[in-house]
């Protein structure tokens, strides 16, 4: 019993979820932005909830790692790899596209500083000034663009001398990337060559975890050892909410890739009624267009807006729904883009898709 597809989506759904409540709650000075209450010697309970959010990459990651090396085994590798990034990419400027030109007719120009210069290097994952969360986005295109030889080296070697491996490539670039222990100077070049090593360093863990776990299919033997027992879903419970407690008790970001992956495991484990299947997946459909946008509602263009509820749910909720708004407009562009290359890229699918329609 390995992971599915949905449990695939689902997790980037949870991760999303993750995501969000990290960027807007992992904050100790709030500064009146919302109610704090309750709080634990003297910090909001919602922190140590939006410090768990820490897991939000480490999950995706884990998530690409597996399903990258289930599907890269069946060839074409490098079309698969180049036709995912291009489509990535393609979401990606239609959103970089869209809230420039809102940026223009709101009149919120410094939302997008530096001028045509700076533009270029976001609109080539060069830099992510305009968005912090876009960082991901050029670490993602240079897994999936390794994903290949870091697979195959993964499964001719013992999983406990990649993971030691991995996890000391984890440490030292965890290490420069909080430290900042190799001084750069002033030279933009470097900086920029070393910022892309260090964020590699510090994502490829999870993401050869997630290769570990379907080499050696480690969840179908937990799954089978772990099912039939009573309460699991209890168990997988107050394991999640141990994790956020340890999470509270240690808050360094060093424990994300852990924390993550035994969340997935106790997540998937549990038994899920169909209506929260589709709800988690709802939001994994939606979750890249939610990555790309949501910092540019509470930190560009509309802060204040943003807080207004004044109470973390309803802030949370508010934002979400404002997501999910644009990502619906999004996807009135990206999707029949996506589908005219689709359909340009395999010759007779544009004719075989109206027969079918016709025929159903």
């Not at 019993?1 to 709650?25: N, T, Y």
């Not at 267009?289 to 263009?301: A, C, D, E, K």
């Amino acid at each position: 019993m390995e992971f599915s597809k949905r449990d695939m989506k689902m997790l980037q759904g949870i991760a999303i979820l993750f995501m969000v409540s990290l960027h807007l709650f992992a904050r100790k000075e709030v500064n009146g932005l919302y109610e704090t209450f309750p709080l634990i010697n003297g910090v909001p309970l919602i922190y140590y909830i939006g410090l768990f959010g820490d897991a939000c990459v480490p999950i995706y990651l884990f998530a690409s790692g597996y399903g990258l090396s289930f599907s890269l085994t069946k060839g074409n590798s490098s079309r698969k790899n180049g036709k995912r990034i291009f489509k990535l990419l393609i979401n990606f400027w239609i959103i970089l596209l869209m809230f420039i030109g809102i940026a223009f007719l709101t009149g919120n120009t410094e939302a997008f500083p530096g001028g045509i210069k700076e533009f270029l290097l976001n609109f080539s994952l060069l830099s992510n000034s305009y968005n912090g969360a876009w960082w991901y986005l050029q670490t993602y295109v240079i897994l999936v663009l390794l994903a290949s030889p870091i697979i195959k080296w993964v499964k001719r070697n013992r999983s406990i001398a990649v993971l030691i491996i991995s996890g000391f490539i984890y440490l030292i670039t965890y290490i420069q990337r909080i430290k900042h222990v190799i001084d750069l100077g002033d030279n933009t070049i470097l900086i920029m060559l070393v910022n892309a090593i260090v964020l590699f360093g510090t994502s490829q863990l999870a993401f050869v975890i997630g290769i570990i776990f379907a080499k050696e299919k480690i969840y179908s033997k937990l799954y089978n050892k772990v099912n039939t027992r009573r309460f699991k879903n209890t168990w997988c419970g107050i394991g999640m909410i141990t994790l956020v407690i340890i999470h509270g008790l240690y808050e360094s970001m060093i424990i994300a890739p852990f924390t993550a992956v035994l969340f997935i495991c106790l997540f998937c484990l549990m038994d899920k009624k169909e209506f929260i299947q589709k709800v988690f997946t709802f939001f994994g459909n939606h979750s890249t267009n939610i990555w790309l946008t949501h910092m540019f509602f509470y930190i560009s263009f509309f802060p204040g807006l943003i807080f207004v509820p004044k109470y973390p749910v309803f802030i949370y909720l508010w934002l979400f729904t404002l997501c999910l708004i644009t990502s619906f407009a999004i996807n009135l562009i990206y999707k029949p883009v996506i589908a005219t290359i689709d359909n340009k890229a395999i010759p007779g699918l544009a004719e075989y898709t109206v027969r079918k329609q016709k025929a159903t």
